[in-house]
């Protein structure tokens, strides 16, 4: 991710242009207290400090900050955010947190710990030192442990070194970075950061309002489906397919979900669970490959979910099978459905390339890369064995042949 870190904005500028803030909005109860947060006594001190600060004081209603150091892992990697704001309808589950969380924080007892800097290095936000780049590490670790649990269009979260902090906001084209504030001297900056998280909609708080919570018979439908798949492929003495890849975490539960994808006015809800095949980086294409249950057909389908960069030039791959298509380019896959993820006919796109590739540069603005815009994207197509599940020598020499034929034909 280097390059793509976009800051340091001025952190009332980031509350005001990504969380509704405005000095004449209601205010905060300000029963919050953040005084007695300082690092000094260490950072496991620290977290019930806090957690107390935000649930006693009620500045983020609905809301609950809890402690997850050291308790959960995400993607069968290992990882410990320190807090994590979860529904207060919910109640904590160690193993299930990355699915549950609205945003998490990161909390450093030391200030030298910052992983970015704000006008004092003119080169970059990002600081390039031992303690920085292990922060920054592990900040972009929870970030692409989030992405691939949740359905998300971008996510906040916050970080804390001694008795400072910053805000970030990411997505699949970067990070957009606060400066850093001194909450001893400024609490009502962390205060309304809380406050108005509570008051923006599920949209805002960057969650895909085209994603919901499967229903058990939904995800019953989905694991009887992959049931008779299996039992297909072991008929066929299929080994290796990838549509039924078990996860590396087995004790870590996956969420059902229940995708309304809108193809040029046809509708079709597809039930998915855990992703065979995901991206580990939470900026980029992000491709995810889900084996789908598709509950109008009532069969299963192959979903391909990812981030393509918004240029003219290049072919939607939608489009670029239809064209082949029309070339009688053989052996393509069967595509059912293709398009953007649009929201009241507008296409799902990421934001961060806005600031990074502003045409006047604002003083806060530091180097950064040119980052691409990216349009959210999905690919329906009927479910294809992978080459290392063939039965046959015979049919491993009649792929490699429609696969030559198909490639030879298609750059002709």
């Known amino acids: 991710m280097t390059g793509s870190f976009v800051g340091a904005m001025p952190a009332e500028d980031f509350l005001r242009k990504f969380m509704r803030y405005t000095r004449t909005m209601p205010a905060p109860p300000t029963e919050y207290d953040f005084s007695n947060m300082s690092g000094k006594d260490g950072e496991l001190k620290m977290y019930p400090l806090f957690c107390e600060a935000i649930n006693k004081s009620g500045i983020c209603p ?12 995400g993607n069968g990697i ?22 549950d969380m609205q945003f998490w924080l990161e909390i450093k007892s030391s200030e030298t710990a910052d992983a970015f800097s704000d006008l004092k290095d003119p080169n970059s936000v990002e600081k390039n030192k031992g303690d920085s780049i292990a922060t920054r590490g592990k900040l972009i670790s929870y970030a692409a442990a989030v992405f ?14 001694g008795h400072y902090a910053r805000f970030f906001r990411w997505d699949r084209s970067g990070c957009i970075v606060s400066t850093q504030f001194d909450f001893h001297k400024q609490p009502y900056l962390l205060a309304y950061f809380f406050w108005c998280y509570s008051k923006l909609t599920c949209t805002e708080r960057g969650f895909d309002s085209t994603v919901s919570p499967a229903s058990e018979a939904e995800a019953k439908l989905l694991r009887d489906a992959m049931a ?14 990838t549509a ?35 991206s580990e980086s939470p900026c980029g294409r992000a491709t995810h490959g889900y ?14 979910d990812s981030w393509r960069t918004d240029n003219n030039h290049i072919l939607a791959e939608g489009l670029m099978y239809t064209k ?15 398009g953007d ?17 502003m045409r006047f540069r604002p003083k806060w603005l530091l180097p950064c890369s040119r980052l691409n815009t990216l349009i959210h994207y999905r690919v329906v197509q009927e479910l294809a064995y992978p080459l290392v599940s063939v039965v046959s020598s015979k049919e491993a020499v009649q792929v490699m042949r429609d696969t030559v034929e198909g490639t030879s034909m298609s750059s002709d």
Request: hydrophobic share 40%.
């Open 62 to 73: 609905g809301f609950k900050l809890v402690t997850v150091a050291n308790d959960v892992d």
């Open 228 to 241: 008779r798949y299996k039992t297909e492929c072991e008929e066929q003495n299929r080994k290796n397919v």
């Open 78 to 99: 290992r990882l410990s955010p320190d807090l994590a704001l979860l529904d207060k309808k919910l109640s904590f589950k160690k193993d299930s947190v990355y699915n």
């Open 324 to 338: 082949l298509k029309g070339h009688n380019v053989p052996f393509l896959p069967v595509i059912l459905a293709a």
């Open 244 to 278: 039924l890849r078990k996860p590396k975490d087995k004790e870590s539960p996956w969420p059902a979900f229940r995708i309304q994808a809108d193809f040029n006015g046809v509708i079709r809800k597809l039930i998915v669970g855990r992703p065979f095949w995901g």
């Open 341 to 357: 993820v649009k929201i009241n006919g507008k296409p799902q796109k990421t934001l961060t390339q806005n600031y990074a590739n």
């Open 291 to 304: 084996t789908a249950y598709d509950t109008i057909a009532k069969r299963l389908v192959f979903l391909k």
């Open 148 to 161: 691939s649990r949740q359905h998300r269009l971008h996510l906040f979260s916050v970080c804390i070194c």
